[in-house]
């Protein structure tokens, strides 16, 4: 784990705090915008692209790589080579359950799982303007 998470996250919270002490009530509701509006980017970005497909990278002896996205032409490939010839080989292989709502659910879980963050940065808010 990286050492700077930990200061990061308490700065997070004093800076959370101080903003939400402010007269204008709407200076404490910045950082929870913003999470929740990443949170959004980020999920959809995952659901539009997240996908993985089939892929194959070959790296030969003399040091070149090889990257197929069929299999057919991955193996085609292989047969030219001898087989001391191929220094590495690495296979990336779908999801077998690879569909719309799976992919829907991950992002889902996602969006929830990172509005922790969200939902605890309001929580200091409401604390905040409840003792003003």
């Known amino acids: 784990m990286n050492p700077m998470i930990i200061p990061a996250c308490l700065a997070v919270i004093l800076l959370q705090a101080l903003l939400s002490q402010r ?3 709407y ?3 910045i950082l929870p915008i913003v999470v929740f509006a990443a949170t959004v980017v980020l999920c959809v970005w995952f659901f539009l692209f997240g996908r993985v497909s089939w892929q194959c990278t070959i790296e030969t002896a003399d040091g070149q ?3 197929f996205t069929e299999q057919a ?3 085609a ?3 030219t080579l001898e087989e001391d010839e191929i220094v590495a080989e690495t296979v990336v292989q779908p999801a ?3 569909n719309t709502m799976t992919y829907a659910i991950y992002a889902l879980r996602l ?3 990172i509005n922790i963050i969200t939902v605890i940065l309001l929580l200091i808010y409401w604390r905040e303007r409840k003792r003003m």
């Open 73 to 75: 032409e991955a193996d």
């Open 65 to 67: 790589i090889y990257t």
């Open 96 to 98: 077998k359950d690879a």
């Open 27 to 29: 200076w404490g509701l």
């Open 77 to 79: 490939f292989k047969q």
């Open 111 to 113: 969006f929830f799982c």
């Open 23 to 25: 007269e204008n009530q």
